[in-house]
């Protein structure tokens, strides 16, 4: 029964966009849901995985000339000082080193958003209070899906999957030290959003 977590928050991360944005970076960007929901809004979008089959997927969709994909290893791609107006980071920082905050941080254009859902390592009792609230409500989001789109063919292509290593009290701290004024909280579905503007 399809529900994805990721997916249900592109609304929310959609309101973080800087007014007049039009360059963006996708960080692991999967079969480019949310580079397709910045493509609508008429921003260039780079979209970095490094998983070929959920970009050839992507690709497939070639329902934007917007969007240009990209595989590659964010931990070996340079990215260009003050390019872009807003990036994104889907349930992929988990995947990467927590440093690479600092590196999205620089790669933004003055005024620019980083936004980040993220996955973490549970470790508080109100980290797992909010775990346990979400597997009732994760239940039913799952079944009204699943009735919603009963006989459309399932997606085959999944994004590679490991287990979060970070906890929110350890993202918090380096938060801290690397990108002054950020804000972060604690979502619903196993997920946090991190935001940060940088100063102009």
């Known amino acids: 029964m399809p ?11 959609l309101r973080s966009l800087p007014p007049g944005a039009r360059r963006a970076l996708d960080v692991g960007c999967g079969t480019g849901a949310f580079a397709r929901a910045l493509a ?12 070929e089959p959920v970009l050839t997927a992507a690709r497939a969709r070639g329902d934007s000339s917007r969007i240009r ?24 920082l988990h995947h990467l080193p927590l440093g690479t905050l600092a590196r999205l941080r620089d790669a933004l254009a003055p005024g620019g958003v980083l936004v980040v859902l993220g996955c973490y390592r549970e470790t508080t009792v109100g980290n797992r209070l909010t775990s346990l609230a979400a ?24 994004a590679p999957v ?11 701290a380096y938060a801290r030290q690397h990108l002054p004024g950020f804000r972060v909280r604690r979502l619903l579905f196993w997920r ?3 935001a940060y503007r940088r100063a102009r």
């Open 162 to 172: 490991t287990m979060p290593r970070t906890s929110l009290p350890e993202i918090r």
């Open 192 to 194: 946090y959003l991190l």
């Open 69 to 92: 994909y990209r595989q590659a290893d964010l931990t070996a791609l340079e990215l260009p000082p003050g390019r872009y107006d807003f990036i994104s980071c889907l349930a992929s």
């Open 3 to 13: 529900f994805d977590h990721n997916d249900h928050y592109h609304r929310l991360l």
């Open 40 to 51: 609508r809004r008429g921003i260039d979008v780079d979209a970095v995985d490094r998983d």
């Open 135 to 158: 597997v009732p409500v994760n239940a039913f989001c799952r079944l009204a899906v699943h009735l919603r789109e009963r006989g459309a063919p399932p997606s085959r292509v999944q």
